[in-house]
């Protein structure tokens, strides 16, 4: 019995060839940005890897499979689709042996990636312990499968509506190396600085690769979160983002709104509160997260 893994025959090609390839997750596409916004990025984002030398494979369930690299109009209906799962470890079986739709987190896109032989992931920002995670346990599955799943997750840091202190505490716990790059201090998404000194700095996609080699000689079984702070002329400041953010959490309280659908909803209302200069600002970080990833997949293919 194996996996139920549809690969485009592109990266099925690159593959087999022993090409750099990146994973790209989909939930950003259904659950982080509005339509027509969600495709456009998800359209420069695999444009971005291929000019940087690598294959993208954009990541989905449709029709009982794993599909490994979407076509363009399988991108386009995506993010025009409205009854979609939105996947981690916990319901990625579900839905394909349902035939359901579901985009995928980084939790069920690194599980897919792995599966596909893909060594190297890029997305926006990871999930992890919510505010007030003490008492709600509102912890993201992505870290948990940090610690599991031997893929490589260049990130821009976890989403900064998040408690960050809390979410890198837990992934030191779990045994996830969490890099920095460029600089000594972890980035907050939005923003470059977040107060908190990076417990790994490597500057050079060569070393993150040659990490990432070294960990699977030593069987260790998760992968690396690499965390690449947004360029500064998208960036949005800490301080300034920190009252929004404070704004949307209590409105999402106000609300009661919980689970899965907390997310989605401080991204949505973070934009609307920033006259869309988050959204912005998420496109200019996965992008160049979508290049960091595609140098580290060409390192590691040479290595
Ligand atoms: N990066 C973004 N926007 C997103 C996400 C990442 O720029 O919407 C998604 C990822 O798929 C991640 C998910 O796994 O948000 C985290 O959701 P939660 O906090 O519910 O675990």
Redesign the pocket.
């Known amino acids: 019995m194996t996996a139920p893994l549809a690969l485009h025959p592109e990266v099925a090609e690159a593959l087999h060839a022993g090409q750099p390839v990146v994973a790209l ?1 989909s ?2 596409i259904t ?2 940005m509005p339509y027509p916004q969600n495709v456009e990025t998800a359209r420069e984002v695999e444009a971005e890897v291929r000019a940087a030398g690598a294959v993208p494979a954009t990541i989905a369930v449709m029709e009982g499979r794993i599909r490994v690299g979407l076509a363009e109009a399988e991108l386009e209906r995506l993010a025009l689709a409205e009854e979609v799962m939105k996947l981690s470890r916990a319901d990625l079986a579900v839905c394909l042996a349902t035939g359901a739709t579901g985009s995928t ?3 069920a896109t690194m599980i897919a990636a792995r599966l596909a032989g893909i060594a190297v992931f890029a ?5 992890g312990a919510h505010r007030g995670a003490e008492e709600s346990f509102d912890i ?3 870290l948990h499968e940090l610690a599991q799943t031997a893929v490589t997750v260049v990130s821009a840091g976890a ?1 900064a509506i998040l408690d960050l202190p809390k979410t890198f505490e837990l992934l030191e716990t779990l045994g996830v190396p969490v890099i920095a790059v460029g600089q000594d201090e972890i980035p907050a998404f939005w923003s470059r600085q977040s107060g908190l000194r990076a417990p790994i700095r490597l500057d050079s996609a060569e070393e993150i690769a040659a990490a990432h080699l070294m960990r699977a000689r030593l069987g260790l079984p998760g992968g690396q979160l690499v965390t690449n702070p947004i360029p500064a002329e998208a960036e949005i400041p800490l301080a300034e983002i920190e009252a929004v953010v404070a704004r949307a959490i209590a409105t999402a309280e106000a609300q009661g709104v919980a689970a ?1 659908a ?2 989605p909803f401080l ?1 949505d209302l973070i934009f609307d509160l920033t006259d869309g200069r988050s959204l912005a600002a ?1 496109r200019a970080l ?1 992008l160049s997260n979508a290049r960091l990833a595609a140098s580290i997949a060409r390192a590691l293919t040479k290595g």
């Open positions: 997750e939930t950003i659950h982080g987190t980084v939790a997305t926006g920002g990871i999930g993201s599955a992505d989403k899965k907390v997310t991204l998420n996965v």
